[in-house]
């Protein structure tokens, strides 16, 4: 791994928190979410029928290294809205709960803030590969 | 008896996570912690979280165990408190 390439990776991670408005960084997919955290945080958007992309770090554990050390946050999932890191599973039940999401994703208040993870309901947006510059 | 150099067996307790934390953070009080030895959940309160966002007060408890969660500690879900919104 040439410090190029990690460079390229740290870049498109970058790129991507800043393309997307909402972006989950996530074990597996919203589909098949590989991990009860990941479940639970894509559960509380798709309750809030929120759009949002998905990253699946497991593939390369770089994605995970160079995302936690450009957010200063050690675990997955993670919740970026306009840019800004708004925490993991514990933070996004917790802002659900109280109904502080809603507003930081701009939707409507959900009638049911945390379901249990379902893992079936479809994502409103497809996984994004972050091996690939987007655009 | 513990020999250094050994691959030796150490999961984390509940126990262990506590006295670290109420360690860390001057007038931290653990509430509850639970934990099969990798998942772990605390319930923290600290006059330390005032004036803290979520965000900031998870950061807290992270560097306490910094290099360690998703690791050694597989994971750590918290709830932080200020001793006001504990009542």
């Known amino acids: 791994m040439t410090e190029n390439a990690e460079n390229g990776l740290r870049d498109a991670i970058q790129g991507a928190i800043a393309d997307n408005e909402v972006i989950l960084f996530m074990k597996g997919t919203p589909e098949q979410p590989m991990c009860g955290f990941s479940a639970r945080t894509v559960a509380i958007l798709q309750a809030h029928e929120a759009a949002f992309a998905a990253v699946d770090i497991l593939p390369d554990p770089r994605i995970r290294q160079e995302l936690s050390a450009f957010s200063n946050w050690p675990t997955i999932p993670q919740l970026f809205v306009k840019g800004e890191l708004v925490g993991g599973c514990d933070i996004i039940t917790e802002l659900a709960d109280s109904g502080q999401l809603a507003p930081i994703l701009g939707v409507e208040q959900p009638a049911e803030p945390t379901p249990e993870p379902t893992g079936g309901a479809a994502p409103k947006a497809p996984p994004i590969q972050i091996d690939r510059p987007s655009e | ?87």
Do not use: W, Y
Request: include cysteine; charged fraction near 25%.
């Open chain 2, 1 to 87: 008896m513990q020999m250094e150099g050994l691959p030796v067996h150490n999961d984390p307790t509940p126990s262990e996570l506590t006295e670290r934390i109420e360690n860390a953070i001057p007038g931290a009080k653990v509430l509850e912690a639970d934990g099969d030895g990798h998942h772990f959940r605390v319930k923290v309160v600290a006059p330390a979280f005032e004036g803290l966002s979520l965000l900031e007060r998870h950061r807290t408890i992270n560097e306490i165990f910094a290099g360690e969660l998703g690791g050694r500690i597989h994971a750590l879900s918290m709830s932080c408190l200020t001793p006001e919104e504990n009542q």
